[in-house]
């Protein structure tokens, strides 16, 4: 098995919470960073989905905290994407610090929305394999 994609993020003063801890908002923008990221590596600009009439979005996503991350960690954020049968698909990421601890957990659920028609797409899979240089980034 291959390792999933992942992007490096340093955790920024203004993103901490009273606590002094990554507030959990942040979390979100890093995966949503990590995604956009893989997407680009993989050869597909917002412009080209757009271009297609189609958008990525978000159905639901689930966040499991494991330790906190404080201003100045270095972290990994990795980005896999789960294909079933139909319309949505998941992406499962890890965000964990330099020394290997797992900071937090994500799965998210997503879709592409044909954004004339504003209903998803039969098979977001085939919009990925055909805009993509390399299709392989997403396990196709």
Known sequence: MTEPFSVAVTVRGYETDAQGHLNQS????????ARWSLLHAAGISQTELTGKGVGPVTLETTIRYKRELRAGDEVEVTCGFVWGEGKSFRVEQTIRKSDGTVSAELTAVGGLLDLKERRLVADPRDYFRALAADPGMFGL
């Open 26 to 33: 942040v979390y979100l923008q890093y995966a949503e960073h």
